[in-house]
């Protein structure tokens, strides 16, 4: 599962032990946040789902440069 434009990926930082986790949600290039790790797969499910309503917190700061 590596990035198409070969970036570096959230499973080449977090340490061996840890590569069986599952990410909830995303983060796109370029952004910051937290990205929730599980090795639940019903928890993942119903997280991302829409029909839970389980809403995302997004926020934007915007610099001119």
């Known amino acids: 599962s590596g990035d198409p434009q070969g970036r570096k990926?959230?499973?080449?930082?977090i340490p061996n032990n840890?590569?069986?986790?599952?990410?909830i949600g995303r983060?796109?290039?370029?952004?910051e946040g937290l990205l929730l790790l599980?090795?639940?797969?019903?928890?993942?499910?119903?997280?991302?789902?829409?029909i839970n309503k389980?809403?995302?917190l997004i926020s934007t700061i915007l610099i001119k440069r």
């Open 38 to 50: 599980t090795n639940n797969g019903s928890l993942k499910r119903f997280l991302e789902l829409p």
């Open 9 to 13: 990926t959230i499973y080449d930082i």
């Open 18 to 23: 840890m590569k069986q986790l599952n990410y």
């Open 54 to 56: 389980i809403f995302e």
């Open 27 to 31: 983060l796109d290039f370029n952004t």
